[in-house]
């Protein structure tokens, strides 16, 4: 797999700060000991600014090329997950339901090991941002450090990300221009009634039926009020009710999640979701109550750049190594508030099979985290390139 000569050598020094991270994960915006190896790895290389504490544990930190031109952003994300890990590598978690399940101790990694090729060679123009970034994980971090003033503070100009893509094929690049990842929105609803003896159900107010008739009319929103070539997915996941086989339940709740390739399109189910969910309670004498939370916007990758992105990446992994047109996902990603505030692109990097994303046996494939390095160095090189 072609890889930057130079950054091949780091490959033992990338698996070993991988594993660090791996084994020590923290939550949100309390990266306070990653954020720390961070700085210190970064001081090591000798890069020319470190700033710390951006949105709490972010840092952005500077490498200066030869010469004046633009800042280019390169950002990866750090923080984990409370889930509780099933594997048994030698560097798993050390902290009980807490793990990198999601490979942003990889893409950390990645970013530092073309920090340090960078702060070596500085064969640029310009600038270039390290961007770090804690809370990604729900945490809408990615949207704090930009209101932190990260893009005009650091002149920063275009920005791009890379994600680990489990089960895809190991070391190739997939990207498309526009809604490359969903916007997410959440909701629950509670079912009110009058809970009584399930022998005497005519003096009850029953919220089950209720609920379950809400459960059906809400799938009918992306069927009958969206485009059918639009993409969205509605998914109850939680259906709460009762306590004891003889009692009809006062109360039901229901949960989930809602995925849209547009983000206007959120307020279109939110609005419809209320509607059903109060006149459907209604009608069976019950009253419900909706609350629905909007999440990131879609990530939308700006056209030109993830064109260059493309260029760039065929460089490392070759013509065959990158799909450009890979299809849409539904899940979600808070760099979209990055890319709505300057153009650039993010891509996902295979990394052969293995568990998904958020299960807890999955691990980061180490295998990949050159080829991410050299992508990220040739997109500084390939931007703004020295005149000679």
């Known amino acids: 797999m072609p890889v930057i000569n130079r950054i091949g050598e780091y490959h033992e020094d990338m698996k070993a700060w991988r594993q660090h991270l791996h084994a020590h994960p923290e939550l949100q915006y309390e990266c306070h000991e990653t954020a720390a190896f961070v700085a210190a790895r970064l001081r090591e290389f000798g890069v020319d600014e470190i700033h710390e504490g951006i949105a709490k544990t972010g840092i952005v930190a500077i490498i200066n090329g030869q010469g004046d031109g633009p800042t280019i952003g390169l950002r990866a994300d750090m923080d984990a997950l409370p889930i509780l890990e099933a594997g048994t590598a030698p560097y798993k978690s050390k902290t009980d339901g807490k793990m990198h399940a999601c490979g942003h101790d990889g893409h950390t990694t990645m970013l530092l090991g073309a920090?340090?090729?960078?702060?070596?060679?500085?064969?640029?123009?310009?600038?270039?941002?390290?961007?770090?970034?804690p809370a990604e994980e729900g945490g809408r971090g990615a949207l704090a450090m930009v209101e932190a003033g990260i893009m005009d503070n650091f002149d920063i100009n275009q920005v791009y990300a890379i994600h680990n893509g489990p089960n895809f094929d190991e070391g190739k690049f997939l990207m498309r221009p526009g809604p490359m990842l969903a916007a997410p929105g959440q909701f629950d609803i509670k079912i009110s009634g009058r809970g009584g003896h399930a022998a005497l159900p005519h003096e009850t107010i029953d919220p089950l039926p209720a609920a379950v008739n809400i459960y059906q009319a809400i799938q009918t929103i992306s069927s009958r009020n969206i485009d059918a070539l639009e993409s969205i997915v509605i998914s109850v996941t939680m259906f709460q009710a009762g306590t004891a086989f003889n009692i009809v339940p006062e109360t039901v709740t229901l949960g989930g999640t809602v995925r849209t390739m547009k983000s206007e399109h959120q307020d279109i189910v939110r609005d419809r979701m209320a509607e059903i969910c109060t006149h459907t309670a209604a009608a069976f004498g019950a009253s419900a109550t909706l609350d629905y939370q909007s999440g990131f916007p879609a990530t939308v990758n700006d056209g030109d750049k993830t064109a260059f992105a493309?260029?760039?990446?065929?460089?490392?992994?070759?013509?065959?190594?990158?799909?450009?047109?890979?299809?849409?996902?539904?899940?979600?990603?808070?760099?979209?508030y990055m890319l709505e505030h300057r153009p650039g692109a993010y891509v996902f990097l295979g990394a052969g099979p293995g568990a998904t994303l958020h299960h807890p046996e999955y691990d980061f494939n180490d295998e990949i985290s050159p080829v991410g390095a050299s992508y990220f160095v040739k997109l500084v090189e390939t931007a703004q390139p020295l005149n000679r």
């Open 310 to 336: 493309a260029e760039v990446a065929r460089q490392v992994a070759g013509d065959s190594g990158v799909d450009d047109d890979a299809p849409p996902l539904m899940g979600s990603e808070d760099f979209s």
């Open 115 to 133: 920090a340090r090729y960078l702060a070596e060679t500085r064969n640029f123009t310009g600038r270039v941002a390290l961007i770090f970034q």
